[in-house]
């Protein structure tokens, strides 16, 4: 039977809070939103991630598009994309039991972490997720007492000096030892049904993806000698998304990939899993000044969020996200922006060049979906910032609470 796909317009029910006709991230929505709700505010807009979505699986064509729920798991998002038919990519019980709640059909998963405790794949197993990776004889043998209730990809190591989150530093084996893994496989009477790589985060470039693709068909033709009919190339995430740079347009960064990916059998199944770039481009960040110092002939503005809040990705992602004051401009100063905590080392930005703020006045940080809100703490007793998710002007709600 097929699968019930929610419809994208389920949300007619939820209360109309802005203009339909107004874009959320637009100045008079956000002052609107502040006015309402007070700050700070984590906006998400569910048509962004839809745009996003429905332009990256435009750009790779019979590819299956797995969410990587890591770096936004929050449920606009992911309803939004249940509703375009995207498939998900879980690795840890939360995220689990997350789709559990939005009723996501285990199908429709797969569980990357390649490194798992034994709860860890029986909680998957439990709610009928059984594709999962590993990247070492140890987390191979694992799953001899699973063998018949699941699939396995192994995750190949590809480091790519351009990406700007290395991924392979912590996973995946290198290339010459996949043909050990197949053997011991073979051995243990178990099938790997393909591999994983993931080339690293916010990639400048395509070429180790079109690297990596030909490698991994050359060992899939090693494991195809071993007994093992491997059917499945998971090519991971990574597709670049603009910050304070523009980069590659996602057409162009994914034609050299749509062209290794041609080389493949016809009948291999190809998945990728994108998360920054569904995700980033759908959130802002919005804060007040609730206070200002002027020192050494620098005005200092102190929001109530920051590096301990929505602003983490700059510690932990390496990202720094273009910010705009909602004020009218005018003469500018050299200007630091510093978060709410007693901490020294929460500051956001301190070589900006910003109009002279007042008490109230409000600070946006635009593509702040990925690893932001989602990494974010209450350090110090600050709450993180209050998410709001419309839909064409509807507010939603969180659908993965209890």
């Known amino acids: 039977m097929a699968e019930t796909v929610l419809s994208p317009r389920s949300v007619t029910d939820e209360p109309l809070e802005l203009d339909p006709a107004l874009d959320p991230f637009a100045h008079e929505s ?6 309402r709700y007070g700050s700070p505010l984590f906006v998400i807009d569910a048509e962004r991630v839809r745009r996003q979505y429905r332009r990256l699986a435009a750009a790779l064509p019979g590819v299956d598009l797995h969410y990587a729920l890591k770096p936004l798991p929050h449920s606009s998002v992911i309803n939004t994309l249940h509703a375009e038919g995207a498939y998900f990519d879980l690795a840890t019980n939360g995220e689990v039991e997350l789709v559990r709640r939005l009723k996501v059909a ?9 490194i798992k405790r ?13 594709r999962f990776v590993i990247d070492n004889s140890d987390e191979l043998r694992k799953f001899v007492k699973y063998r018949n209730r699941s699939s396995l990809l192994i995750r190949v190591s590809f480091r790519s000096p351009e990406a700007r989150c290395d991924l392979s530093r912590k996973f995946g084996c290198e290339p010459e030892a996949v ?19 993931h080339v690293g985060s916010q990639a400048a470039g395509p070429a180790m993806f079109a690297e990596a693709i030909a490698r991994c068909s050359e060992l899939m033709r090693v494991a ?12 991971g995430g990574g597709f670049p ?21 041609k080389e493949l059998s016809p009948a291999m199944r190809v998945i990728a899993e994108p998360g920054r770039y569904i995700a980033a481009p759908a959130a802002i960040s919005v804060t007040s000044v609730m206070g200002r110092a002027l020192r050494d002939g620098r005005w200092w503005y102190y929001l109530d969020d920051g590096l301990y809040g929505s602003y983490s990705g700059q510690v932990y992602d390496h990202a720094t996200y273009p910010v705009e004051a909602l004020v009218p401009t005018g003469e500018m100063y050299p200007s630091v922006l510093a978060g709410p905590t ?11 060049e910003l109009p002279k703020l007042d008490l109230g006045d409000l600070i946006v940080g635009r593509a702040m979906g990925a690893y932001t809100w989602a990494s974010a703490s209450e350090f110090n007793f600050f709450p993180r910032a209050t998410v709001l998710a419309l839909d064409g002007g509807r507010l939603l709600t969180d659908r993965s609470r209890r």
Do not use: W
Not at 30 to 35: A, E, S
């Open 30 to 35: 956000i002052k609107h939103l502040v006015t």
């Open 342 to 352: 007693c901490d020294s080392i929460d500051v956001i930005n301190e070589h900006l």
């Open 106 to 114: 285990p199908e429709r998963c797969i569980h990357t972490h390649p």
């Open 179 to 197: 043909p050990d893994l197949f053997r011991l496989a073979a051995d243990l009477r178990m099938k790997i049904d393909g591999l994983s790589f």
């Open 224 to 235: 195809a000698q071993m007994g093992h009919t491997p059917g499945i190339l998971d090519i």
């Open 241 to 261: 998304v603009d910050y304070l740079q523009r980069c590659m347009p996602i057409e162009e960064f994914c034609a050299p990939i749509r062209a290794a990916l």
């Open 118 to 130: 034994d709860g860890d794949i029986r909680t998957a197993l439990a709610y009928g997720v059984n």
